[in-house]
């Protein structure tokens, strides 16, 4: 698949993600999470939030797991998880 067609894919697995009938569970929303903002953004430049911020750092540890993963590998694994869920 050329770059172009992994980027028009993932962009319609982005956009299908709003017509799923059922919402995923919590750790398949931290996997699309970590895997959007690794193929979008690459590895996090963030620092790790506080104990306070549950949310924000099971986020922050989930997109950190994927350090050095490629944009596009990123990409080809959020949109084989959305396919999965639809």
Known sequence: MSDTDLKTAF???VAST???????????????YALYKQATE???PHPKPG?????????W???????????NEAMQRYIELVESLE
């Not at 059922?22 to 931290?30: E, I």
Request: aromatic share 4%; glycine share 8%; net charge negative.
């Open 11 to 13: 962009e319609a697995a």
């Open 18 to 32: 709003q017509d799923l009938t059922q919402r995923p569970d919590n750790a398949t929303l931290l996997k699309l």
């Open 42 to 44: 690459g590895d996090n």
């Open 51 to 59: 104990f306070s911020d549950l949310v924000g750092r099971a986020k």
């Open 61 to 71: 540890d989930a997109w950190a797991a994927l350090k050095g993963t490629p944009a």
